[in-house]
């Protein structure tokens, strides 16, 4: 992902203010076997331009409390408000772009048409949408590979064609759903450097979940633990890196301390027995 | 040490007999080959077993000395035997097929055509009614439920059986010649086309549906983007199916109707005149038909799968 020759920074969360505040959320599933408590009172509150992300074992609600930020869930009590409206009306006014562990790209499609999809979801005209697909291929440094389709593409490159996908229609908010973990460390690695070099970019705030503490630790400006049964936040960990951090922080002591707390954190949420 | 190993691969060479490399175009159709030509060796002495006794009651009836030769040779020529042998199929094949002009009701490329024309005319039928009927059972709830017991159903009763009916009750209203045939052939084509389309259209996984729902996609939006493209493979490995149930259809729909002309009615008259050679070249008629048939959906699959980008 280079850098572009002027930053973007079209649809931003204005700096202080709250892109996602929840107040008190719980989610209850209805499933064969009763009812499952997904979510249990939820308090959280994210700035405008952070790097938020969710951590826990399976089961912890971390995919549903992301789900419930995108309108793709409803929660049962509490109140959530995205860039100061409801999740629902977030949606209709794609503040966010949602990013999910397959790339899902429409086999059909070239890779430039599928980033283009939203796009003429959304009614973007014929010239805007050449000019956005372009851009955005650019950004996740895919240019030259428009006209291949995605079975043409390695995993690492499909899902960075489905960021670029998510980010044509410049959503305020990037909803990541452990979007790295189906592919190798190295590949990984790599995708971890240019997403946070994108985030400095375009001053976006991320959301995302993962269940790797290295990974959360080296992206996050804010890491939140969650625990299983029922899911519920446990700990809120700030993590001041710079925000142009390179993988060297991964050696130093403060990186080894944060991952450490976040570690206890997920052992004190987690009884071990079951 | 090189000169060693390389003494005991070439003893290695020199053990292993030389390798038989076969031509691909044999190794291709070499199989194909063998099965045809067992099939043929085993019809030709089915013929000679099946055709004996009435060509050596004819001898008899005649007072003829005959030798076993001649009686062999007899029940590959018999007028009427009860197993035709290959090349007298062949034969009243090429004759029907070359031996008259086309439009002479003697010509099996006349009879071919008639029940083509009803075939056509039914596959788009049934697999049009066949594709609406998908579009509505996936988008509507209720439908799903109300209306697919009564498509199973409609599969069980036996076409041989309502096709006089239908015969009968469209003649009624003034309906006559191609068109009862090809409604009889969509009302057998239509069902594989409503499983597979339903199917195909059910297919988005949920990460599909999700991102759909996050743009904020309209219904229709999703099904001409997201349902529509994926249910396009379905819906060829239903009209595959399809299109010779439909031709199977058609020309069940002549026997009843005591059609004039068609492969249905050239197999009902070789049965009234015991043509048993008729009734063959008859379904061979048939069966190049269907082939051809599946060949044109095939291809239009292959080069519709083409524009979507499928792997060469």
Redesign the interface.
Known sequence: MRAPDQPIREGVTSPGALAVSAHGISLTFQTADGEVEALSNVDLDIAGGDFVSFIGPSGCGKTTLLRVI???ERPSAGTILINGVTPEQA??Q?H???I?Q?P?L?????IERNVM??L???GFDAAERRKRVAQYLELVNLSGFERK?P?QLSGGMQQRASIARALS?EPALLLMDEPFGALDEIVRDHLNEQLLRLWNQTGKTVVFVTHSIPEAVFLSSKIVVMSPRPGRIIDVISCDFPRDRTLEIRETPKFLKIAQRVRSGLRSGHSYDE | MTSSASATSSAFSAARPAEIRWHPTFVRFAPVVVVVLTLIAIWYVAAVLMNLNLVRGSFERDDTPYTTGQLIAGTMSAERPLLPAPHQIVATFAEDVFGWPVTSPRSLVYHGWVTLSATFVGFLLGATFGIILAVLIVHVRTLQKSLLPWIICSQMVPILAVAPIVIVVLGAIGLRGLLPKAIISAYLCFFPVVIGVVKGLTSPDPIQRDLMRTWSATTAQIFWKLRWPSAVPFLFTSLKVSITISLIGAIVAELPTGAQAGIGARLLAGSYYGQTIQIWAALVAASVLAIGLIGIVSLIERWVAQLMGARA
């Open positions: 995108a309108d793709l949606r209709v794609r966010y772009g949602y999910f397959a899902a429409y086999p059909w499609r070239t999809l939203p003429e979801i959304m389709y079975w229609f």
